[in-house]
């Protein structure tokens, strides 16, 4: 009869510590510190009381400089191979064609106003072998090179997603 009564006990325990380890998420997730921008001083504090997470709307907070991916903006990239040059370990490839004068126009200015004068058929970068040492990007002269978190790509792809379908759903 004390065994049955042991085990009663033993189950009552079980469960109140299961709650209360259930209890005590709860209320961690009540204090939340919720979207605190990168120079907040809770900003590494978000993921106290974290029970789900809204990904891709909400991530584990990050570094603001961090050996993310590296990434391109292409239409800012004036084909001058100095990050190809600079890379320790040749794992950026680029082709470039001059473009005939006639032709400039076309292929149009930087952001910061500079005239592209080179055609980038092939621009790859050999993510198996980049070592994210980033001197690509220091020494890019238009700054288009960046080591950029990878969760921006994939909210880009999400909204673009979005709109998709609601374009979609209105036509
Ligand atoms: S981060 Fe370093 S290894 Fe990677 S592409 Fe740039 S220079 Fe090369
Ligand atoms: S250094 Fe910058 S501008 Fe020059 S080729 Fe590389 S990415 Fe393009």
């Keep these: 009869m004390s065994e049955y009564f042991r085990n009663i006990k033993t189950g009552a325990v079980t469960v109140a510590t299961g709650l209360g380890i259930t209890l005590k998420h709860f209320f ?3 204090n939340r510190k919720g979207d605190a921008g990168v120079d907040d001083v809770d900003y590494f504090r978000q993921v106290d009381g ?9 991530v584990i907070p990050t570094p603001k400089i961090g050996r993310y991916r590296l990434y391109n903006n292409i239409e800012d990239c004036i084909g001058c191979g100095q990050c190809e040059r600079a890379c320790p370990v040749s794992c950026i490839t680029i082709e470039t064609i001059k473009v005939a004068p006639d032709d400039l126009v076309v292929c149009g200015k930087t952001s910061d106003g ?8 092939v621009f790859d970068i050999d993510v198996a072998k980049c070592m994210t040492c980033g001197i690509c990007t220091t020494v890019c002269p238009t700054e288009c090179l960046v080591r950029r978190p990878k969760r921006k790509e994939k909210l880009r792809r999400h909204s673009r997603q979005l709109k998709k379908t609601e ?3 209105n036509s």
């Design 28 to 30: 961690n997730a009540l």
């Design 50 to 58: 974290l029970v789900t997470l809204q990904y891709p709307r909400e």
């Design 114 to 121: 500079q005239q592209k004068k080179f055609w980038i058929p």
């Design 167 to 169: 374009n979609k759903r």
